[in-house]
């Protein structure tokens, strides 16, 4: 069979995915774009691509509010998971100790509890703090439960770092610190960037935790925000729900899109080893 | 500072994070489902399993923990045929497989609540975009109401559910793919293999741990899974799609039953546990071959 003739064979057969793949997303971006007369009608396409409604729908649905939550929540649970994580990831690539086989069994067990699982223990722990609508208690309940996958991806990179190179330096008398510093974090950095860029969009999507301990409209994160223009109400503003929908979720999708064959690797190596 | 300190040193922080937001909140629910618990959380007698008796006799709980098997089985089994041929197409050599990959991954990158809110919308009966869709193409009539009703709608929610699991396990079966020699498939060829030989007898057997392995997390990712439910139907109507993710939703925020609620939890966290067990034995099985 000639590349030709498989390319279209291929095509062929992976089309209906790919049309369900792609039909939310023109879903989102062709209603987001009618004009509100239109909305409603069952027409496909509108007579007129409305961009006013990106910039009527940032007023109408309070998304900048909504946006620097998601950026202030998943950032910093981004910087706490990783800051936890990288010396975890470390111990487990390098050093033999008691434990270890159980600290990578807990690490598993946390990572299978979900949220949604203990979501009533968690709203009880942080209304026992006093925490609810805060976002640092939603930060640190995202950042604990993305720990496990920071760390398994992590040391599943680490691991593939040779350990000559440091054996190299402590033979050339760096100390444990320099060594680090200098050799091993350096060859580190494409790893870290890209676990934490995951445990960001992990953060960035996540609903049930932000619904149950987020009240007030003032602490919504996006997700939460755009749900709560859909859930319970009488007439749904369709056309902004989906420019909100569609302006939170495209740079999402670029970033993704460009990362996810680093995903491959990573998940391939840590998901076995 | 000797070795042994200093990676204690080093795990300590993730440990006590992850270990204070699991285990405390883990306390907290096995008191709660042991309780007779007000609306308002006060524990008041100890009430042993009583709980969970309350539980196993309400015919919407029943019908949730049937509709959760369906649900994980249909999802995790539709997945998993969808995924083999779409890893092994992945794999091959054709024109166009960068962009190809990038669209099979692209929902992963959504966050199922904005897939579920677009599909809600999209399956909505008198102006959504799937019925107009399939009126322009003549296959329907009529508008079907999609979340009207819980048989089509479960269905439907049963294929977001796939769409949104297949690139995590494409990503698996890739993996698992590009670690199999081309050498195996030449020398196969040359024994005069044809090509569904040499998915029987060298793909699918290398792949089968990879398999495994994906499998038993979508198992677990689907059984947990909250978002698609809860922002299409949020498990109506007449709790009719409901799984028992939505039903511990709805018992302990809505209709205030802590107590209930915790057993539900405490029951899903026997399951996983189960699964998880599964996890690591192949997962051991794999680093011992």
Not at chain 1, 209 to 233: D, E, K
Not at chain 2, 179 to 197: F, Q
Request: net charge positive.
């Amino acid at each position: 069979m000639s590349k030709l003739t498989r390319s279209v064979l291929y095509w062929l057969l992976l089309s209906p995915l790919v049309v369900l793949v792609l039909f939310p997303f023109a879903v989102m971006f062709i209603t987001a774009v009618k004009p509100q007369a239109e909305v409603l009608d069952p027409a496909w396409w509108p007579s007129a691509a409305r961009w006013a409604n990106f910039a009527e729908m940032w007023r109408a649905t309070g998304f900048g509010g909504a946006l620097l939550n998601s950026l202030y929540v998943s950032g910093m649970a981004t910087v706490i998971t990783t800051a936890v994580s990288i010396p975890a990831a470390y111990a487990l690539s390098r050093y033999r100790f008691a434990g270890r086989g159980a600290f990578r069994q807990f690490l598993l067990v946390s990572q299978m509890l979900s949220p949604i699982v203990l979501v009533v223990g968690l709203f009880r722990l942080v209304a026992a703090m006093g925490l609810i609508d805060s976002l640092h208690a939603v930060t640190m309940v995202y950042a604990a439960f993305n720990t496990a996958f920071s760390v398994w991806m992590l040391q599943s990179y680490f691991a593939t770092i040779p350990k000559d190179l440091e054996e190299a330096a402590w033979i050339e008398r760096a100390s444990p610190f320099q060594t680090l510093t200098r050799v091993f974090l350096p060859l580190a950095v494409p790893a870290m960037v890209v676990t934490a860029i995951f445990t960001f969009i992990n953060t960035w999507n996540e609903f049930v935790v932000a619904l149950t301990m987020l009240r007030q409209q003032s602490a919504y994160t996006l997700p939460i925000q755009i749900f709560s223009l859909v859930a319970g109400r009488y007439t749904v503003e369709w056309h902004y729900v989906m420019a909100a929908a569609f302006v939170a979720t495209i740079p999402v999708a670029i970033l993704f899109a460009w990362l996810q064959r680093y995903l491959v690797r990573g998940l391939a190596l840590g998901a076995v080893k | 500072m000797g070795r042994r300190a200093t990676a204690y040193c080093l795990i300590l922080p993730s440990f006590l994070l992850a270990a204070f937001i699991v285990l405390w909140p883990l306390k907290e629910i096995i008191n709660l489902a042991l309780h007779d618990v007000n609306r308002f959380g006060l524990l008041r007698a100890f009430s042993g399993l009583a709980n969970f008796r309350t539980l196993f006799a309400d015919p919407d709980f029943l019908a949730a923990l049937w509709r959760t098997l369906v649900w994980t089985a249909g999802v995790v089994g539709g997945t998993l045929a969808v995924s083999v041929p779409v890893a092994l197409m992945l794999n091959g050599d054709f024109y166009g497989r960068g962009a190809a990959r990038v669209i099979v991954m692209l929902p992963w990158a959504v966050s199922l609540t904005m897939t579920a809110i677009v599909w809600r919308w999209a399956l909505s009966g008198e102006s959504g975009m799937l019925n107009s869709g399939l009126r322009g193409l003549g296959l329907i009539d009529g508008n079907i109401q999609w979340l009207a009703e819980a048989s089509t709608a479960f269905p439907m929610q049963i294929l977001i559910g796939i769409e949104a699991s297949i690139p995590f396990t494409t990503t698996i079966l890739l993996g698992g793919l590009s670690s199999v020699p081309d050498e195996l498939y030449d020398a196969a060829a040359i024994e005069g293999a044809g090509a569904w030989d040499q998915f029987r007898f060298i793909t699918l057997p290398l792949l089968r741990p990879f398999i495994n392995i994906a499998v038993v997390l979508n198992t677990i990712y689907v059984f947990n899974s909250f978002p698609i439910i809860w922002a299409t139907t949020q498990g109506g109507p007449a709790n009719s799609t409901d799984i028992l993710v939505t039903y511990l939703y709805k018992a302990g925020f809505r209709l205030g039953k802590l107590g209930e609620a915790a057993a539900v939890s405490l029951i899903m966290f026997g399951v996983l546990l189960v699964f998880t067990l599964i996890y690591v034995r192949l997962a051991m099985r794999e680093e011992a071959a």
